[in-house]
């Protein structure tokens, strides 16, 4: 798969945090994007010994093939910036549940985007984890992100004002002679 380009700011559209249970030992976020690209939900405990809860991660209608991998590679770092999550922190999704019924095919998404398929446990069949590290590494291998916009126009913008005879100049070299 090549690596998608793709703009932040255009995959972090409607990007939300909720703070639930305030003041509980059950406090936890509630991370949702939810836009023309991508759907996904996340949660994180405010207990750092616990994982993140990836429950949603699906490509919008009609959005381009790998829209969903590049929307969680921008919300991850997103949330890096914010500070809400550490590099080495789990991510887990239990329970993944395709929409065409075809559970080999998802998993094998999975862990293509960076997820490890552990052992079935007692009411729990399916279900991977990953480091945020992990993730952020694989995914980073599909997806280019253009982070600022702006600077990138301007840098493009300053090129094409230097004058044609300066960028075609050449250095004169005087020959050497023995």
Known sequence: M???SFRESEFLENFKITTLEKGTP???KKVKLYNTKARI???IPTNTSSFIQLFGYYK???APRGSARCAL???LNKLLKLGEIKMERNVHVEHPTPSDQNLPRLIKLYKEIGFAENKPTPGNPTNLDATVGQLLEALGRQCKMIVNDKEAASKQEQM???PKKM???RMYRPKLRL
Do not use: M, P, Q, R
Request: hydrophobic share 40%; glycine share 4%; no cysteine.
């Open 2 to 4: 090549s690596k998608i």
């Open 41 to 43: 939900l996340l949660t």
């Open 60 to 62: 919008a209608d009609g």
């Open 73 to 75: 590679f921008a919300l």
């Open 160 to 162: 094409s004002k230097v």
């Open 26 to 28: 059950n406090e936890y």
């Open 167 to 169: 960028k075609k100049k």
